[in-house]
T-cell receptor, first 116, second 114 residues
Framework: AQSVAQPEDQVNVAEGNPLTVKCTYS??????LFWYVQYPNRGLQFLLK??????LVKGSYGFEAEFNKSQTSFHLKKPSALVSDSALYFC??????????????FGAGTRLFVKA | EAQVTQNPRYLITVTGKKLTVTCSQN?????MSWYRQDPGLGLRQIYY???????DKGDVPEGYKVSRKEKRNFPLILESPSPNQTSLYFC?????????????FGQGTRLTVV
């Protein structure tokens, strides 16, 4: 069965410092991995995804994520945090083999606070 | 502009009074789904549709119905709402070609059942 874990409910970081939001996953086949961001009173917005190839994926707003197959992780990173990055972040996984259909599993979310 | 539109954004209703939340997308996507978002639980899939007239249950389908008569629309129906269906609901769409497509989400509908 597919599953996603975001071990931190909340991450606090000072503006200008690097940030990491953690995600680990479990799928039976090879994963498609996604990060989405949710700002207050808004729907989820796509940030980036890993399909295959280079383990470092670059996305919107300066975010990037590193796929680590041996650790089954897909941590979201940004070299220098902005106050405007404060939001709720969701990691999601889909099994590329087709097991489970087109189903996408979302993590519980991690709230990021960036302090000025 | 590519978008998924949900209505209403906010809804307060009473137990047992049937309601429908509409969802429409303008991207000609085949795949549409409904999620509910609850604190600490993330997003859980209620129902999904692979194409017109093709729908199936997600993880938490009890108390909900859907229909897909047109490709662009995917309404969520609560025949007899109960307080445990108070939640934030999202509609999403994507194109399944290549299986790696990201989802586009609506703005959300905050439902309160009293």
């Amino acid at each position: 069965a597919q599953s996603v874990a975001q071990p931190e409910d909340q991450v606090n970081v000072a503006e200008g410092n690097p940030l990491t939001v953690k995600c680990t996953y479990s799928v039976s086949g090879n994963p498609y991995l996604f990060w989405y961001v949710q700002y207050p009173n808004r729907g989820l917005q796509f940030l980036l995804k890993y399909i295959t190839g280079d383990n470092l994926v670059k996305g919107s707003y300066g975010f990037e994520a590193e796929f680590n197959k041996s650790q089954t992780s897909f941590h979201l990173k940004k070299p220098s945090a902005l106050v405007s990055d404060s939001a709720l972040y969701f990691c999601a996984v889909r099994d590329s083999s087709g097991t489970g259909g087109f189903k996408t599993i979302f993590g519980a979310g991690t709230r990021l606070f960036v302090k000025a | 502009e590519a978008q998924v539109t949900q209505n209403p954004r906010y809804l307060i209703t009473v137990t047992g009074k049937k309601l429908t939340v509409t969802c429409s997308q303008n991207m000609n996507h085949e795949y549409m789904s409904w999620y509910r978002q609850d604190p600490g639980l993330g997003l859980r899939q209620i129902y999904y549709s692979m194409n017109v007239e093709v729908t199936d249950k997600g993880d938490v389908p009890e108390g909900y119905k859907v229909s897909r008569k047109e490709k662009r629309n995917f309404p969520l129906i609560l025949e007899s709402p109960s307080p445990n269906q108070t939640s934030l609901y999202f509609c999403a769409s994507s194109s399944p070609r290549g299986r790696a497509a990201e989802a586009f989400f609506g703005q959300g509908t905050r439902l309160t059942v009293v």
